[in-house]
DNA sequence: ATTTAAATATGACCATGGTCATTAATGACC
DNA sequence: GGTCATTAATGACCATGGTCATATTTAAAT
């Protein structure tokens, strides 16, 4: 950080400087209604030089969801749960993000309702393993497998098939509680669907 | 459908030109690829005219996704399974449904890659149910609430949790299935993540 | 047949995301 | 300090989704 061309410091800086306009000004107007004009206007640079930085608008999403996806692993490691049954581990893991998620209610919705262009577009990129989608299946596929060791889960589970699971009913709640504007509900909603992933639907 | 109108006629036969023009040329070329200026060049209009009948280039997808949740209804209602165990006449539905997607895949993987969107917009729109979503849903719940009586599924469960943790399942592995491009897992897939739902995953 | 009002079609026009040839800033080397 | 190759900044320009005032067509009324 110390011996750094000037070149490369102004780089960062302006990187920096388009992320937080961006990041300010859709939280003010939602992503649709900020235009790049406005984002360069405010972060005192020209057109072009956005898109030497972020090769669409949509790119800057992305971005987003990166900085999201590392704020993940944060969460496994910083906390003492190895006692906790499995599917407390899991609940409490899935609960304490969508709260941090909370926090910035905006810009996550942002982020999941272009989710799906997201994904498409995630699918053949290089940093694979960079997005909140992978970072989550990650960490799931670890808690279960330990959770298979501790007797915890079932050892004829597929722990890939349960994760996918688990991955696809967390955000699945997180949409519908997004979109329904009820605050309330999330958690309640992400910890009855584990219990029913746990125990089963069948009698 | 005798006595209408010269206009009416039009009218119709206009809509239709439009949807059929915009269905062969997304199929042809995806839908980003595909502009507004071709299809009513293709379909013999003005531009001005396309927006006189769809509000956006997006809403055609919608309305690709409300033809498609027709086929939902039908599916339920041809086919005698009643004798069959709650988990796989659920199992044998959604994968028939996929089956039916499956043949106009282009079409589907358009359909759900702009999802997001769609969900985001379907929330307030008047045709609430008209949506494959809502379909699903219905279909799903009426089939957990026989299943209830049957005893094949737990009194305690909750059946919109229930419900809507196959949803959330059932479009995830279509997502990641129509992602991968891999043709043979799909079944497989969501069979065994329904017998896991159904089961469950503690031990 | 003529008039008139409503429905529909039209394409010039606008806003915005994105491109690219040109210009300016930077730093390695002398 | 001056030269030059490399890298970044720039804004005129383009393509496309979407708007709207105007023109045209239809159906009804007389």
């Known amino acids: 950080m110390?011996?750094?061309?000037?070149?490369?410091?102004k780089k960062i800086e302006t990187k920096n400087?388009?992320?937080e306009v961006s990041g300010k000004l859709f939280k003010e107007k939602?992503?649709?209604?900020?235009?790049?004009?406005?984002?360069?206007?405010?972060?005192?640079?020209?057109k072009g030089t956005f898109f030497n930085y972020f090769p669409t608008k949509e790119?800057?999403?992305?971005?987003?969801a990166e900085q999201?996806?590392?704020?993940?692993?944060?969460?496994?490691?910083?906390?003492?749960?190895?006692?906790?049954?499995?599917?407390e581990r899991i609940k409490k893991f899935l609960v304490s993000l969508a709260e941090s998620y909370e926090k910035d209610k905006d810009l996550t919705k942002l982020l999941f309702?272009?989710?799906?262009?997201y994904i498409k577009s995630s699918g053949n990129a290089p940093d694979k393993d960079r997005n909140p989608h992978s970072r989550l299946m990650k960490v799931i596929?670890?808690?279960?497998?330990?959770?298979?060791?501790?007797r915890e889960v079932k050892v004829s589970v597929d722990t890939r098939i349960a994760a996918e699971a688990l991955n696809a009913v967390y955000f699945h709640t997180l949409m519908v509680w997004l979109k329904s504007e009820n605050e309330l509900s999330f958690s309640?909603?992400?910890?009855?669907?584990?219990?029913?992933?746990?125990?089963?639907?069948?009698?």
């Not at 939602?30 to 020209?46: C, R």
């Not at 596929?141 to 501790?150: A, S």
């Open 188 to 203: 309640r909603d992400i910890s009855a669907k584990i219990d029913l992933l746990f125990d089963g639907i069948g009698d």
């Open 68 to 87: 999201k996806a590392d704020l993940i692993c944060d969460l496994t490691e910083n906390e003492a749960v190895g006692h906790l049954h499995t599917k």
């Open 113 to 117: 309702f272009e989710y799906g262009r």
């Open 2 to 9: 110390r011996n750094m061309s000037l070149r490369e410091k």
């Open 17 to 19: 400087r388009i992320f």
């Open 141 to 150: 596929l670890d808690l279960l497998e330990e959770g298979i060791k501790k």
């Open 30 to 46: 939602g992503f649709e209604n900020t235009t790049i004009d406005e984002i360069t206007k405010e972060a005192g640079i020209a």
């Open 59 to 64: 790119s800057l999403v992305f971005y987003f």
